[in-house]
Nanobody, 135 residues
Framework: QVQLVESGGGSVQAGGSLRLSCAASRFTYSRYCMGWFRQAPGKEREGVAGIDSDGSTSYTDSVKGRFTISQDNGKNTLYLQMNSLKPEDTAMYYC?????????????????????????????WGQGAQVTVSS
């Protein structure tokens, strides 16, 4: 059973930084897409950043230049470095992962337009990590 476990959430003032980690266990696909999603109260879950097995990345426009997604394959860990945080970044952040062939267009959108991928495109999800940014 694949497990994704997030850590690193917390509270920070606007302009601050946080790094989220997602430890993946038993996720052994050679071609995959992994990503970070977030969901604020009363809003839909949205794709924030994605990375594929080749290391190609994509970001939603609102976080470009501020967030960086990366992976350490040796540690089976996904990261999201969040800098220059804003109050509108406040949300529950979820780690997601899927084999690249799970859904049509998944592989392409993972590296070009993560925001175009919906909840159903990913098979595995973490439990979420709360990020709160105060003004």
């Amino acid at each position: 059973q694949v497990q994704l476990v997030e850590s690193g959430g917390g509270s920070v003032q606007a302009g601050g930084s946080l790094r989220l980690s997602c430890a993946a266990s038993r996720f052994t696909y050679s071609r995959y897409c992994m990503g970070w999603f977030r969901q604020a109260p009363g809003k839909e879950r949205e794709g924030v950043a994605g990375i594929d097995s080749d290391g190609s990345t994509s970001y939603t426009d609102s976080v470009k230049g501020r967030f960086t997604i990366s992976q350490d394959n040796g540690k089976n860990t996904l990261y999201l470095q969040m800098n220059s945080l804003k109050p509108e970044d406040t949300a529950m952040y979820y780690c997601a992962a899927s084999p690249a062939g799970l859904a049509p267009g998944l592989a392409q959108k993972c590296k070009t337009a993560i925001q175009a991928l919906g909840h159903n495109a990913f098979r595995y999800w973490g439990q979420g990590a709360q990020v709160t940014v105060s003004s």
